[in-house]
Structure formats: C-alpha cells, structure tokens
C-alpha cells in the first residue's frame, strides 16, 4: 500500500463534519476488541489465559455480530 | 506485565508490613496487604481505591500494583472516549430531559476524569444524525460502563475477594 493509499485511507476516515468516521464493521471491530482485552485482563490472572479469553471472546463477538447482521438481512426491504 | 509475578515491584515500606503469612493473593501483596488491615480501615481504603479507579481509568488497579490491569483499563477507557467523542457521539449532561438522558448521563459520568476529556475534544457538539454519531454514544456510555465495572473489581481486590 502506497503513502497516497494510505493518505486516503486515513483522509476518508476525518473529515470536517465527524472528524472520525468508521464503517460499520470497523466500529464493530474496534468494540469488539475493547471489550474483549478489558474483560480478558479483568478476569483472568495468567498470560495464556487472558489471551485464550481476549481470542475466543472476539471471536464471539464477530460471529455472532455478523450472524444478527445477516438474520436481519432478509426484512431489510 | 503480569501484575502477580510483580512482586519485586513492592516497596520495601509496603514489605516490611505485609504480615508474614499472608501468603500468595490473587492481586498480590499490596492488595493482600489491604486485606489484612482492621476491617474498618480496610473498606475505607478499599472505597478510596475504587473511587481512585473511578475518576482515573486503571488508577485504583495500580495502586494495589496489578500493573496490567491498570493499563488495560486505562487504554481501552481512553481509545473508547477518543473515538466516541472524535465520532461526535451524544455526551449527556445533567440537565436531561427523561430517564433515558439521566440513564446516560450516569454511564456518561461513569468514564470519570475521562468524561471532562470527552466534553473537551468534542468542541463541535453531538452529530446523531448518521450512524458514526450514534456509534460513539455507544462507545462513550460503553467506556463509561467499563470504568465502573473496572472501578468495582479494584474495589473486590482491594477488600481482599478474590479477583
């Protein structure tokens, strides 16, 4: 990816109306994956442990976001 | 980073009261140092601790020296009220209309110092009229929440409960 490819990247992300613009996946994403490392930390104790929970807990999240997504797909019209 | 192997970290003040049978804790020996004050004196401090993580994210966890905790919770408080705010999401006020807006006021204020931090990136007001306004109201009641919830474990681990 060029520096022009990410200039735009970054560009379609702020503008002047709502400086930070996610799609919707992405705000699902970056939700997801906060939860996922708060809760990991808070509880569980060990390393492995808390990274075995931050995976499975994102995991989680994106398949079951995903599959509501998609339920719905069918009364969207 | 794990906060439990952190034993060195301990001052050598903090050691030299930490009763000899206290033993291997769940949130180290500051907090089993805690938990072995008077009861009074502990739940005092335990609140002090709890109210500490509340108004800074991760404050109460690295004042019973759970390092990771401290900066797991600080970071993803911080990210969620950046973004919500940066996406001009709906920070409520006291002034609310209905129980909604009270509701969100409280998981608004729940984010402590983090709230005031919110009301200062966001100089262009709420945008709810597109799906990225409504998002970050969600990541800014969210991260409010979250401090809570974190305020409330430091608050268990410092009353010397398992966590």
Redesign the interface.
């Given at each position: 990816m060029s520096f022009v490819q990410v200039g735009g990247t970054i560009g379609s992300m702020i503008d002047t109306s709502s400086r930070i613009r996610l799609s919707h996946f992405q705000g699902m994403l970056v939700f997801a994956v906060m939860i996922s490392v708060a809760f990991g930390f808070l509880s569980r104790r060990r390393p492995m442990d808390r990274v075995k929970y931050i995976a499975w807990s994102l995991f989680l999240f994106l398949v079951i976001g995903i599959g509501i997504g998609w339920a719905m797909y069918p009364f969207s019209r | 980073?794990?906060e439990?192997t952190g034993n060195e970290a301990v001052s050598s003040e903090v050691r030299a009261e930490v009763p000899a049978q206290a033993g291997p804790h769940?949130g180290g020996e500051r907090a089993a140092y805690v938990a072995q004050k008077k009861p009074s004196g502990r739940e005092a401090l335990a609140l002090a601790i709890a109210v500490a993580g509340w108004l800074v994210p991760g404050l109460g966890h690295a004042l019973l020296r759970m390092w990771?905790?401290a900066v797991?919770?600080f970071?993803?408080?911080g990210?969620?009220v950046v973004?919500g705010a940066?996406?001009?999401g709906n920070i409520f006020s006291s002034g609310g209309g209905d129980a909604f807006d009270t509701l969100g006021y409280v998981a608004d204020l729940g984010a402590g110092g983090f709230y005031f931090v919110a009301r200062s990136i966001e100089k262009f007001g709420a945008?709810v009229s597109?799906?990225?306004?409504d998002?970050?109201t969600?990541?800014l009641a969210?991260a409010g929440i979250?401090n809570l919830?974190?305020a409330l474990?430091a608050f268990e681990a410092a009353r010397g409960h398992k966590a």
């Open positions: - | 980073m794990d439990v769940p990771g905790r797991a919770c970071i993803t408080v990210v969620l973004l940066g996406m001009r945008d597109h799906a990225n306004g998002y970050g969600r990541f969210t979250l919830l974190a474990h």
